[in-house]
């Protein structure tokens, strides 16, 4: 099936999709920016970049569709995780606009990476001193 062919029927029928105030947003998979459109749709596009959590609580799991398993979607996604903050966003970086993937989403990409690795980083708890009471 054809994308256009695919987003006619998906656009305002799909059990990811998120109404709230005037906005529509979607939870799918594989979609960055998480607004409903075609351009980010993490289901229809041939090429689809999706950055999540690693489950072991550090780094990054960067996912691809692969453009030429289209009939297998077990196989069509590749998944690599990537560890250490200016790393993984150079990775990110490198895959989307070096070998011309998606350049258009680079960007939200990495600004998503960013984001889950600032999340990660727990910073120490300060601890508190207790105060003598005066008399």
């Not at 409903?36 to 999540?52: M, Q, R």
């Not at 996604?77 to 990775?91: A, F, L, N, P, Y």
């Amino acid at each position: 099936m054809s994308a256009d062919l695919c987003w006619s029927i998906v656009r305002k029928n799909s059990c990811f999709l998120v109404k709230s105030l005037g906005k529509t947003l979607t939870k799918e998979p594989n979609n960055l920016s998480g607004v409903n459109n075609f351009a980010s749709n993490g289901y229809i596009n041939k090429k689809t970049v999706g950055v999540d959590a690693d489950p072991s609580g550090k780094g990054v799991v960067l996912s691809i569709r692969k453009s030429k398993n289209g009939n297998k979607p077990a196989k069509s996604v590749s998944r690599t995780t990537v560890r250490g903050s200016r790393h993984s966003i150079k990775v990110i970086r490198d895959t989307l606009n070096k070998s011309e993937y998606r350049k258009d989403l680079s960007d939200i990409a990495i600004r998503r990476a960013s984001a889950i690795i600032r999340s990660q980083n727990t910073s120490a708890a300060k601890k508190q001193r207790s105060r003598r009471k005066k008399n």
